[in-house]
């Protein structure tokens, strides 16, 4: 099993920015992707990131492209996603996934653990 506890969410202004946090605990060893995934209030969970832990390499939804970056720290076991120039549309609750198999995807029932979610509020 693996564990993950996201951190770093709060309020804040429209242009602003955060850096959510995602700890992963229990046998990291057996992941091999990560995702940042959101859900806004009345819409289904969708895709913001994924970075595969071994190469670095990363994938960004459109309407983050330019504004968000996905990174990992291994000797921490951590993954990370600052935001910048935060957006009013950006408000959702975010969620870190992890996943095992081999092959990086963006569909969220091809992942295996799921943070419980941390609350970012952009206001207007």
């Known amino acids: 099993q693996v564990q993950l506890v996201e951190s770093g969410g709060g309020l804040v202004q429209a242009g602003g920015s955060l850096r959510l946090s995602c700890t992963t605990s229990?046998?990291?060893?057996?992941?091999?992707?990560m995702g940042w995934f959101r859900q806004a209030p009345g819409k289904e969970r969708e895709f913001v990131a994924r970075?595969?832990?071994?190469?670095?390499?990363?994938v960004y939804a459109d309407p983050v492209k330019g504004r968000f970056t996905i990174s990992r720290d291994n000797t921490k076991n951590t993954m990370y996603l600052q935001m910048n120039s935060l957006k009013s549309e950006d408000t959702a609750v975010y969620y870190c996934?992890?996943?095992?198999?081999?092959?990086?995807?963006?569909?969220?029932?091809?992942?295996?653990?799921w943070g419980q979610g941390t609350q970012v509020t952009v206001s207007s």
């Open positions: 229990g046998r990291t060893f057996s992941i091999y992707a």
């Open positions: 970075i595969i832990w071994s190469s670095g390499s990363t």
């Open positions: 996934a992890a996943r095992r198999g081999f092959g990086a995807t963006r569909k969220l029932a091809e992942y295996d653990y």
